[in-house]
């Protein structure tokens, strides 16, 4: 059965997030309450479609069986380097596709893929026809309320809408808002009433500054026609966002110490940089006395025997 017709409402995702909903901090999350859903990072059709980059996009494409159930993301413009990557997902164990037409970053809009799909509304049809024609696979949208003004929505999303994706998540933002103001929490009855009127059978996934399972279900009862949140960067105040449980300090650095340990193993058959890593770090040293003073000198660390040492001192 298609996944998302399987989730009961109101479902709880974990936004993906590039540089951090990666094979690893997936685990961790899972560890601490797992959402109901997971995506992948994005990832690039063209780079699945080249010859030099289809071993790095297999990479980020890489699941565990704790991931399950979980949709591969992807980007681009090429329609068939989307049919290409599509072909090959269900094999790899996904629930799902989704297409990213909301990402903002200037390298993605440049090369045509993300929200710049909001600017060519043709060609993301054509990117959404040709994914589904190459898969059995659900395929979903992830978007932007619009490129400039909010108001873009009334005409962005019947056009997505007319197409019948499997699920639509809508980042109640559009792509010049960035992050930098509130989710336009106002436009959600009539995101509601556009699905309702044009495609009632897809799954509706509302996004943007839902802090946790308890803010979801706030929204829910104000929406009750919502069927799923999406949570990003509320997983960084609390790891143990999906669930309603306010993490300990110990709790907190068991999760800091899995997360060591699953990159440790990770790097016995990858190539990876200690530096990124350290982004991770202000997730679990967090709101607990003499958290600053320990992030400072987790920060200032160069290898994970580093960072393992000051927090063996710490004991
Ligand atoms: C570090 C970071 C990386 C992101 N990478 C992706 C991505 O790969 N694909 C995507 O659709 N959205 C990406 N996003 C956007 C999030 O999925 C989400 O839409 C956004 O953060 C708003 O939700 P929030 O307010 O719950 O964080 C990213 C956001 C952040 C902060």
Redesign the pocket.
């Known amino acids: 059965m298609n996944i998302w017709n399987k989730l009961e409402k109101p479902f709880l995702i974990l936004?993906?997030?590039?540089?951090?909903?990666d094979v690893i901090f997936r685990q961790v999350v899972a560890k601490a309450g797992r959402p109901d859903l997971f995506?992948?990072?994005?990832t690039n059709v063209s780079s699945y479609a080249s010859e030099k980059g289809r071993a790095n996009a297999l990479e980020r494409l890489e699941i565990v069986p704790t991931d399950k159930p979980i949709i591969a993301?992807i980007?681009g413009k090429n329609p068939e380097h989307f049919a290409e990557t599509v072909k090959a997902l269900s094999s790899l164990g996904f629930a799902g596709v989704?297409l990213?037409f909301?990402?903002p970053?200037k390298n993605v809009n440049r090369a045509g893929g993300?929200a710049a799909m909001i600017k060519t509304p043709d060609l993301a049809v054509e990117c959404l026809r040709e994914a589904r024609k190459n898969t059995d696979l659900p395929v979903s949208v992830?978007t932007?309320l619009g490129w400039k003004d909010p108001e873009e929505f009334k005409t962005w999303l019947p056009i997505l809408l007319k197409e019948h994706p499997a699920a639509l998540?809508v980042?109640l933002?559009t792509k010049k808002e960035m992050?930098k103001v509130p989710?336009h929490y106002e436009i959600i009855p009539e995101i509601v009433k556009l699905r309702a009127e044009l495609s009632p059978e897809t799954k509706l996934i509302i996004?943007?500054?839902?802090?946790d399972k308890a803010h979801a279900l706030e929204l829910y009862e104000k929406y009750p026609e919502i069927d799923g949140f999406?949570?990003?960067?509320?997983?960084?105040s609390n790891p143990y966002c999906f669930t309603n449980h306010i993490p300990s300090r110990d709790e907190l650095m068991e999760l800091l110490d899995l997360h060591l340990d699953l990159y440790e193993e990770y790097s016995k058959n990858h190539r990876v940089s200690y530096e990124p890593l350290k982004h991770f770090y202000k997730i679990y040293i967090n709101n607990f006395p003499g958290a600053s003073d320990l992030r400072a000198k987790l920060m200032e660390t160069h290898s994970i025997e580093e960072a393992r040492a000051v927090l063996e001192n710490l004991c």
């Open positions: 936004a993906p997030m590039e540089g951090v909903t995506f992948t990072e994005f993301q980007w989704d990213n909301g990402c970053d993300g992830k932007r998540t980042h933002r992050s989710a996004n943007g500054d839902i802090k999406m949570i990003g960067r509320g997983v960084f």
